[in-house]
């Protein structure tokens, strides 16, 4: 059995971490941390899931540069790859003509597939890709 990761210890013990975890939003609402620098928000999320196992965590990031790294630190702070997935946004709006980067659409339908069958748990993702 691998060690505990220090850092989730470290965060998922922080009390403002425990008090989000006893009481996360029903379906349809939503909870913002807001503050955190870095990456900090994906430790909490990371910290949120193994506490919560049976709750779907959507990660929401301002960039795709953000949500890129917001996905990686992810994987590294879950020792595991496939526990979280990168949803990604499509190069063009959808009223522009430019022809949609098939690779995108491949990731896009990968996450969703993921997220469907209950392989992951946690989405990451722009507001622009919501």
């Known amino acids: 059995m691998p060690a505990p990761n220090r850092v989730l ?15 996360l939003p029903a379906p349809g609402q939503r909870a ?5 620098v870095g990456s900090l928000a994906p430790a909490v999320v990371a ?6 196992l049976d709750k779907v ?4 990031a301002e ?18 790859e496939g526990e979280s997935h990168l949803y990604p ?7 522009e003509e430019a022809e949609p980067h098939l690779e995108i659409g491949g990731l896009r339908v ?3 597939e993921a997220l469907l069958s209950g392989r992951v748990r ?4 722009t507001p622009r890709a919501l």
């Open 32 to 36: 913002t941390l807001g503050g955190a």
């Open 9 to 23: 210890q470290a965060v998922a013990s922080c009390t403002a971490v425990t008090e989000l975890a006893g009481r």
């Open 122 to 125: 946690i989405i990451v993702t």
């Open 63 to 80: 960039t795709p540069l953000g949500a890129a790294a917001a996905q990686a630190d992810l994987e590294t702070l879950l020792e595991s």
């Open 89 to 95: 946004q499509k190069e063009a709006l959808p009223y």
């Open 110 to 112: 990968e996450a969703v």
């Open 57 to 60: 965590f959507v990660c929401v």
């Open 47 to 52: 910290a949120l899931h193994r506490a919560r």
